[in-house]
C-alpha cells in the first residue's frame, strides 16, 4: 500500500476531528460564560460555520472525496467522538442525545454545511476548468 493511500483516510479523519474540537470548545467555553440554553444556541450557529471553513481548507487542498462522502465522514466522526468521548466517558449519560438542539439540528447543520460548501467548491473548479 502506498503512502498517499495510507494518508488520504488519516488526511479526512484529521478534518472531521479538528471540526469536532473547534464544536466541543464552543460548548464547554460556553457552558463556562453563558447558560446551557445560550451556549447550546451559540454551537448551533457556530458548527455549520466551522464546517464550512475545515471543509472549505479541506476541499481546497485535498479534495480526495466528493461532498457526499466528505459530509458523511465529518457527520460520522463528531457522532462517533460525541457518543464515545462527550456521552461515555465525560458525562457517562447519554441524556444529549434527547436535545434536538444540543446534537441532532447542529449534526444535520454540519453535514448541509460541509456537503454544499463541497458542491460550490467543486462546481466551481469544474467551470474554471472548462472556461
Known amino acids: 500500500m502506498s503512502k498517499a493511500k495510507i494518508w488520504k483516510p488519516i488526511i479526512i479523519l484529521v478534518h472531521g476531528l ?40 479541506y476541499f481546497k487542498k485535498y479534495n480526495y472525496t466528493n461532498p457526499i462522502q466528505t459530509a458523511l465522514i465529518f457527520l460520522l466522526v463528531v457522532i462517533f467522538l460525541d457518543f464515545f468521548v ?10 444529549m442525545f434527547a436535545s434536538l438542539l444540543g446534537t441532532w439540528i447542529p449534526w444535520a447543520l454540519i453535514f448541509a454545511s460541509t456537503y454544499l460548501t463541497g458542491l460550490f467548491l467543486t462546481k466551481r473548479a469544474e467551470t474554471t476548468t472548462v472556461a
Not at 469536532?20 to 444556541?41: D, H, K, N, P, R
Not at 462527550?86 to 441524556?95: D, N, T, W, Y
Request: hydrophobic share 70%; with cysteine; charged share 10%.
Open 18 to 57: 479538528v471540526l469536532w474540537v473547534l464544536c466541543g470548545m464552543v460548548m464547554f467555553i460556553g457552558m463556562e460564560i453563558f447558560s446551557m440554553q445560550t451556549a447550546l444556541i451559540v454551537h448551533l450557529v457556530a458548527a455549520p460555520i466551522f464546517a464550512a471553513l475545515v471543509s472549505l481548507l
Open 86 to 95: 462527550v456521552a461515555f466517558l465525560i458525562e457517562k449519560s447519554f441524556e
